[in-house]
């Protein structure tokens, strides 16, 4: 490329986004990685110089002003955002204390969305690019990641209005959907585990308990079998600089996890049992 565009990428200190702004870095753009400390910080600063790190706070509408603010100010036109940070809560709903809630949806939905916000009057009109990191739990709703599942429904539902709302002055949106990937979300899901445990007493339903334990096994075997986090920034460089880019990324699991979900609820709700041995 002859002429340096920026990337604003929140969500970079781990996973898909440190791996996505190491590859922007690699391939040319200016790669505005947003973090939270300066620990991280320091580290994303050592990948390459093309890596500049903000910090940005997805809940907190000054930092996401200030953190854009800084990109701008930076002189490198701005092509895209990519709206990536999220956290992974889980646990009975029955049980689920709504101020969890409100947490999970905070940062995967309202937090995604202020940061699109924030930086689109910057995006070029034609060409600007906008990329949601969503994940098959947005088709395929997960028991006992209810929290975590009904956000990226909803940010799926966000990201399919707004690609409609700003089709005509030429500014993509794409949804990344993948399965499973080898990312430190679940190991800081299952980091509350005693918080979660704590939330269901001495008198919930037995089988809850049961149920818990599974899941936080299962998603520590998907978190070993899942793939790179590399092949879901592959699909979002695709997302920021083919000519056409796709509407929806499946990737991985993900492709089989959007048949089951198209399936009748009966059939549908048996598999899932029976994989998740509920």
């Keep these: 490329m002859s002429t340096l565009h920026g990337v604003i990428v929140s969500g970079s200190s781990t996973g898909i986004g440190a791996a996505t702004v190491t590859m922007l870095a690699n391939r040319g753009f200016v790669a505005f990685a947003g973090v939270r400390s300066e620990s991280d910080a320091d580290r994303l600063r050592a990948v390459h110089p093309n890596v500049r790190p903000i910090f940005l706070d997805v809940t907190d509408e000054t930092s996401i002003e200030r953190a854009i603010r800084e990109a701008v100010a930076s002189g490198v036109p701005l092509l895209g955002v990519i709206s990536n940070a999220g956290i992974a809560l889980g646990g009975p709903l029955e049980r689920l204390p709504i101020d969890e809630l409100r947490r999970q949806f905070d940062v995967n939905v309202f937090g995604a969305l202020a940061v699109v916000q924030a930086a689109l009057p910057h ?4 060409g600007g ?3 949601f990191v969503g994940s098959i739990s947005g088709r395929l709703a997960m028991p006992y990641l209810g929290p975590y599942s009904a956000s990226k429904f ?8 707004l690609r409609v709302e700003l089709a005509p002055d030429g500014i993509a949106v794409a949804l990344i959907e993948p399965g499973s990937v080898k ?7 299952r980091e509350s585990r005693d918080r979660i445990a704590a939330t269901l007493g001495t008198d919930a339903r037995p089988h809850y ?3 818990l334990e599974r899941i936080l096994k299962m998603t520590e075997s998907e978190e070993r079998g899942g793939i790179p986090a590399e092949r879901v920034a592959e699909a979002i460089l695709h997302a920021l600089t083919a000519r056409r880019p796709r509407e929806n990324y ?20 048996r598999i899932l049992r029976a994989s998740q041995r509920l």
């Design 123 to 126: 995006l070029p009109a034609p």
């Design 129 to 131: 690019r906008v990329v």
């Design 154 to 161: 909803a940010l799926r539902a966000l990201a399919d209005a």
């Design 183 to 189: 990312t430190p979300i679940w190991r800081k899901g």
């Design 209 to 211: 308990y049961r149920a």
């Design 250 to 269: 499946l990737i991985g699991s993900a492709k089989a996890g959007s048949v089951v979900a198209m399936l009748p609820s009966k059939i549908r709700n």
